[in-house]
């Protein structure tokens, strides 16, 4: 496992509050009151090792194939639907939306290979991630790849906690499979925009793995 460039900095911050914090604990708490010390001390080690654990890239392979779509994060699935995308396609689409807690590693990854068409980010609100207008409303990075098998949009958006958006893609660039498209931190959602009779492999409640779970095939 190694550590994500995104994190650098928030976890070089949070060490430095870390190390502060706990010399003022020990040297104004620890002769009066150790024990308020000792649980400021593994209070504060336990956030550390959090924000650490948030920015993780775990070792995993993914066997590319172009039939496959596969998961461009981890977490849950919570949305199987029917919807009509007014962004880019202009027609009705199959959503199928993961939900990201802050626990989840949050490196998003390319869910197909080939040569994006579109590349766009839309200010917005930050309702929670499984709020229904958090797709449309809330702040977003659009993503549409394509490829001879299909093409799908990919939207990457922010949430009540989630407050920023890192997308890597331009357009007319080509892009491998389980290659990284983005990260988002501290918790929110990914939709993906499939044509209508395409494959789908997974069910609501499901929980899935970047580059890893097999959403769909077309």
Avoid at 4 to 23: D, P, T
Avoid at 134 to 140: A, P, Q, V, Y
């Amino acid at each position: 496992m190694t550590i994500h460039r995104e994190g650098y900095k928030s976890i070089s911050i949070a060490a430095v509050i870390f190390i502060v914090l706990n010399l003022l604990a020990f040297n104004l708490l620890s002769p009066a009151m150790p024990v308020v010390a000792w649980i400021v001390f593994a209070v504060s080690l336990f956030l550390l090792l959090f924000i650490i654990s948030f920015f993780r890239i775990p070792k995993r392979t993914t066997a590319v194939n172009e039939q496959f779509i596969y998961s461009p994060c981890d977490g849950k699935v919570v949305v199987i639907e029917e919807v009509v995308d007014e962004e880019y396609f202009k027609d009705k689409r199959i959503q199928l939306s993961v939900f990201m807690s802050p626990a989840n590693v949050h490196v998003n990854v390319n869910p197909i290979a080939g040569e994006v068409k579109y590349s766009q980010y839309h200010k917005g609100k930050y309702l929670v991630a499984w709020h229904p207008k958090s797709s449309t409303e809330n702040e977003r990075h659009s993503v549409v790849l394509s490829n001879n098998c299909t093409t799908i949009l990919v939207k990457q958006i922010a949430g009540a906690l989630a407050k920023r958006i890192v997308n890597y893609l331009q357009p007319s660039q080509k892009v491998e499979q389980g290659g990284e498209l983005g990260f988002i931190k501290f918790g929110s959602r990914v939709d993906l925009l499939l044509p209508v009779g395409t494959k789908i492999n997974v069910k609501l409640g499901e929980k899935v793995q970047a580059g890893v779970t097999v959403l769909a095939e077309c």
